[in-house]
């Protein structure tokens, strides 16, 4: 069992930064894929960001790659998104999640957090 929770949300200006971090309860982190995904109101959740457990091998869509950058601490059980020029179609909430198995879609995931609101607007 993995429990996560998110942080770092918040309200910013277009073409702004923010980090997100997801703290993982539970044994073994090291060994799940961790993913980020954002979900706006009235759109499907969505893939944004993973890194792999076995080689910390990233994966981004192109809607953000270049702007965000996924990192991972396993000493301390931390997941981190970091988001430079935001965008206001970046708004969303953004959740954590951990998988032991595929790494980009959302049914490949076995353990949510319960998200945290990003909203980019001047």
């Known amino acids: 069992q993995v429990q996560l929770v998110e942080s770092g949300g918040g309200l910013v200006q277009p073409g702004g930064s923010l980090r997100l971090s997801c703290a993982a309860s539970?044994?073994?982190?090291?060994?799940?894929?961790m993913g980020w995904f954002r979900q706006a109101p009235g759109k499907e959740r969505e893939f944004v960001a993973t890194?792999?457990?076995?080689?910390?091998?990233?994966y981004y869509p192109d809607s953000v790659k270049g702007r965000f950058t996924i990192s991972r601490d396993n000493a301390k059980n931390l997941v981190y998104l970091q988001m430079n020029s935001l965008k206001p179609e970046d708004t969303a909430v953004y959740y954590c999640?951990?998988?032991?198995?595929?790494?980009?879609?959302?049914?490949?995931?076995?353990?949510w957090g319960q998200g945290t609101q990003v909203t980019v607007s001047s």
């Open positions: 539970g044994r073994s982190f090291s060994t799940y894929t």
């Open positions: 890194v792999r457990w076995s080689d910390d091998t990233t």
């Open positions: 999640a951990a998988t032991k198995y595929g790494y980009a879609l959302v049914g490949d995931y076995d353990y």
